[in-house]
Every structure is written in C-alpha cells, then in structure tokens.
C-alpha cells in the first residue's frame, strides 16, 4: 500500500504536500537547512514537501510516521531530507532519529516481501562466491557500462548491493528501487540488511 495512504486512511492523519515546507514553529533553522517533513500531532498532520524526489519525501513521510508510533511524547518535529542510508550513520543521530529510519525501512521495504522478490528474482543470496558471468553481464546492462566478474568480486559489498538495486532484469524489467519507490542507498542497505547480498 503506498506510503500516503497508509498515513490517510489506516492511520488517519492529515497528509500535506506543500512545494516547500516553511518553518512555523520554533527557532528557524539554521541557514541552508532544508525542511523535508514535519510531524505535528496537535493538528494530527504529517507534511511532506514536494521538492523532494519522491523517493526521499516517501522514506521521510515513514520516517514521520514512525516518530508518530514510536515516541508518542514528541508533539512537534521536522526533519531535513532523508533518502534512507542515514540510518547506517548512526554517529550524531539520536537513538529516536535511528528508530524513526528502521521503521520507515520496514514499511517502505517489507522484509519477508523484500526477501521473496530477491529469491524469485536471482534464486539465492548473491555472495563473492557465486558471482557468475551471467550476474555480470545482467548488472552491466543495467549500469550501462562493463562490469566483469572480478570487479564485483573484488569491490565492495555496497557496490554490489547498489548494483542489483538498480538492475531491472526480471519482473516485467523493474528493479527493486522502482519496484519498492525506494532511493538506491536505502534499497543496497536494506539488501545488506536482510542479509541478501553479502
């Protein structure tokens, strides 16, 4: 269910989407801080602003919406724009910020949806052991450039999980960013996460 609804209709808050998100409570922010989202349990709203790609106003709507679960003490907050990888950086986020990203990563990405899709998709965990011409050829198609065995090999577990979050082979040519409406750091560290990439 997309994320809009969920807040509408199960959860029954108001759902703002204005172009830009000015601030109208507290100290105005610092110069160059760009408001994303806002939770305002008062007026029951969750505000989203539309200048955003869609997969960061989507991931920072759950994040909101976690906040409205998660810390029911927590009246009034806005956050910058978050796209989902700022829940691996864990150093200078409090511990509620970081409860906020998991629980929009669990609802933005299913784990047991998540985890089937990958299956059918490639038919087990893609580990350096078992990368294969043909994994190659299918992740260089979808880079658009040449990546041999021994790149994905060699290169980082996050170069891998980023490639296949990208790569549309399969599932009527979607790849798991767009099935999931999801950016490709939150999609490579969910992979990572649910231990599907290794």
């Known amino acids: ?42 007026l029951g709203r969750i505000v989203s602003a539309r200048k955003f790609p869609l997969p960061c106003r989507r991931f920072t709507m759950l994040h909101e919406l976690g906040h409205y679960f998660l810390h029911p003490d927590l009246l009034y907050h806005r956050d910058a724009p978050l796209i989902g990888s700022e829940r691996t ?20 990405m299913p784990p047991l949806l998540t985890a089937n899709l990958f299956l059918a998709k490639y038919g087990s965990v893609i580990s350096p052991d078992e990368i294969d011409e043909h994994l190659a050829f299918r992740l260089s198609t979808a880079a658009m450039q040449t990546i041999s065995v021994d790149m994905l090999v060699d290169g980082s577990r996050r170069d891998r999980s980023r490639l ?18 999801a950016s490709k750091e939150a999609m490579a560290i969910r992979l990572e996460e649910l231990g599907l990439v290794l």
Do not use: W
């Open 1 to 42: 269910m997309p994320c809009e609804r969920i807040i509408t209709l199960l959860v029954n808050l108001k759902l703002e989407e204005p172009e830009e998100i000015i601030p109208d409570r507290g100290p105005h922010p610092k110069a160059g801080y760009q408001i994303a989202g806002v939770l305002d349990r008062e």
């Open 89 to 108: 950086e864990v150093r200078g986020r409090t511990r509620e910020e970081v409860e906020a990203d998991t629980f929009a990563a669990e609802v933005l």
């Open 164 to 181: 296949i979050a990208v790569e549309g082979h399969g599932h009527a040519g979607r790849s798991f960013v767009e099935l999931f409406g």
